[in-house]
Structure formats: C-alpha cells, structure tokens
Antibody
Framework: QVQLVQSGAEVKKPGASVKVSCKAS????????ISWVRQAPGQGLEWMGW????????NYAQKLQGRVTMTTDTSTSTAYMELRSLRSDDTAVYYC?????????????WGQGTLVTVSS | DIQMTQSPSSLSASVGDRVTITCRAS??????LAWYQQKPGKVPKLLIY???TLQSGVPSRFSGSGSGTDFTLTISSLQPEDVATYYC?????FGPGTKVDIK
C-alpha cells in the first residue's frame, strides 16, 4: 500500500532553517510527483510547491521563492523540503503528498504531517 | 496566480440533506479542479479530481461538476461522517474551505 512517512516535529528559532523528509513506499517513486502543502494552526491549506520525482523539475509558490528548496533522493525514495529564514508565520503542519501522476499537482496520498514551530 | 473562492464558508444541514458547495476560479481553468475533505485533526483526503472524476474508494454520494470558472461539489445525502472542511484546488491554489456541520 502507498505510504508517505514524514520526519518528526521540529522547533526552530526565527532565522533558522528546517528540512523535512518524506519517505515513500508501496509504489514506483519516480512515476509520480510530490507536492508539499502546509497548514497553519486553524487555517486552510497552502500549496508550497511540487517536484517531479522523475527528473527533479520543481515549481514553487511565488511567495516562497528563494526560501524553499525541494529535492528527492531516488535511491531511498525520499523527498525533502527545506525552508530557510524561518519566521513565526511559518509555524504550521507541513505535508508531503503524492501527485495523481507525474505532472499534475492534485494529490492522492498524504504523509502524516510534520509540525514545525518557529519561536524564539 | 489564479484565485479560488468557495461558498458558503460554512453550512449546517440535516442528515440526509443534499448539500452543494461552490468553487469559483478567477479565470477559466478547464477541468483542472480537485476536491478534498479534511476531518478535524486528520489529513486531507482526495474526493474528486478533473472536476468530476471520483477517486477510488470514495462513496458515490459525492459528485463533482463544472468547467471553466464555476464548479460544484455535491453530497447527495449528508451523513454524520461527512462532517469536515472541504477544499477545492486548482493546481497551485487551494480555496479557503467550506466547513460542513450537522444541524
């Protein structure tokens, strides 16, 4: 069965960086894209970006350009999302999710979420 | 970026009621529209993609329609387990969500 298992919760100070991992199993990793979505406490869903696990092509949300980097390691079927220069409003649950195919941003399987708290 | 709006922002209906949620795009998006259900404290779940294609395993009481700028998610007979927030998505943009409760 398809599973996406994310790394554990993080607490970071403003200005620091965080890197969240997402290990995939149960499917051919390179046949699907991975999207990253975050959800601030009590708020809606925010699309952060997408990476093709096939060729590493990325597409990031404009508001995060320059602060976010998404990568994959096909040898371990793991996707990574790094967010730099953290601010308090980056406090959120971060989800990785598998695309419905290798080019669309709609997603069908989600990780369990990783809470990132940014606080001094 | 294309903006997505949803209406209503919340609704309360009785078990068995037909419920309709609307999602509107700021410009035409063909059928690039997905719907998700997020129950309290849970991970979102894909219900419908390509505006009207039901994801495998999703109950048939859920349906989607629309094309261009206006889309709807319909629950034909509301069940207690449908209490959730529903989000539409066009590629890079999610709608703000519609919270559905039982009256």
């Amino acid at each position: 069965q398809v599973q996406l298992v994310q790394s554990g919760a993080e607490v970071k100070k403003p200005g620091a960086s965080v890197k969240v991992s997402c290990k995939a199993s149960g499917y051919t990793f390179t046949s699907y894209g991975i999207s990253w979505v975050r959800q601030a406490p009590g708020q809606g869903l925010e699309w952060m970006g997408w990476i093709s696990a096939y060729n590493g092509n990325t597409n990031y949300a404009q508001k995060l350009q320059g602060r976010v980097t998404m990568t994959t390691d096909t040898s371990t079927s793991t996707a990574y999302m790094e967010l730099r220069s953290l601010r308090s409003d980056d406090t959120a649950v971060y989800y990785c999710a598998r695309g419905i195919d290798n080019w669309n941003y709609e997603v069908d399987y989600w990780g369990q979420g990783t809470l990132v708290t940014v606080s001094s | 970026d294309i903006q997505m709006t949803q209406s209503p922002s919340s609704l309360s209906a009785s078990v068995g009621d037909r419920v309709t949620i609307t999602c509107r795009a700021s410009q035409g998006i063909s059928n690039y529209l997905a719907w998700y259900q997020q129950k309290p404290g849970k991970v979102p779940k894909l219900l419908i993609y390509a505006a009207s294609t039901l994801q495998s395993g999703v109950p048939s009481r859920f349906s989607g329609s629309g094309s261009g700028t206006d889309f709807t998610l319909t629950i034909s007979s509301l069940q207690p387990e449908d209490v959730a927030t529903y989000y539409c998505q066009n590629r890079r943009t999610f709608g703000p969500g519609t919270k559905v409760d039982i009256k």
